[in-house]
Nanobody, 124 residues
Framework: QVQLVESGGGLVQAGDSLRLSCTAS????????MAWFRQAPGKEREFVAS????????YYSDSVKGRFTISRDNAKNTVYLSMNSLKPEDTAVYYC?????????????????WGQGTQVTVSS
């Protein structure tokens, strides 16, 4: 059974940085693409970033491009989301996810397994 555990969320001020981590277990981590989604209060869950199994391909939403970086350490079964220049509109619960593909995608229905989420709150 695939398990994903996120960590690293918290309360920060606008302009600050945070790094989220997600550690996976239950299957061979390096064989699958990983992604981050987020859900703000009263809004639908939205794509943030994804990374292919080899890290050769990454995708970002327009709202985070240039500020967020997704990376992975296959030796540690961990994917990261480094977030810089945080804005109040980045406030959301951030979810780590993976599916059955090696290639990265932005489509939510490509992802099967989800973590419990970690709260990120950015104050102005």
């Amino acid at each position: 059974q695939v398990q994903l555990v996120e960590s690293g969320g918290g309360l920060v001020q606008a302009g600050d940085s945070l790094r989220l981590s997600c550690t996976a277990s239950g299957r061979t981590f390096r064989d699958y693409a990983m992604a981050w989604f987020r859900q703000a209060p009263g809004k639908e869950r939205e794509f943030v970033a994804s990374i292919s199994r080899s890290a050769s391909t990454t995708y970002y939403s327009d709202s985070v491009k240039g500020r967020f970086t997704i990376s992975r350490d296959n030796a540690k079964n961990t994917v990261y989301l480094s977030m810089n220049s945080l804005k109040p509109e980045d406030t959301a619960v951030y979810y780590c996810t993976t599916g059955t593909r090696a290639t990265a995608t932005i489509a939510e229905d490509s992802y099967v397994y989800w973590g419990q989420g970690t709260q990120v709150t950015v104050s102005s």
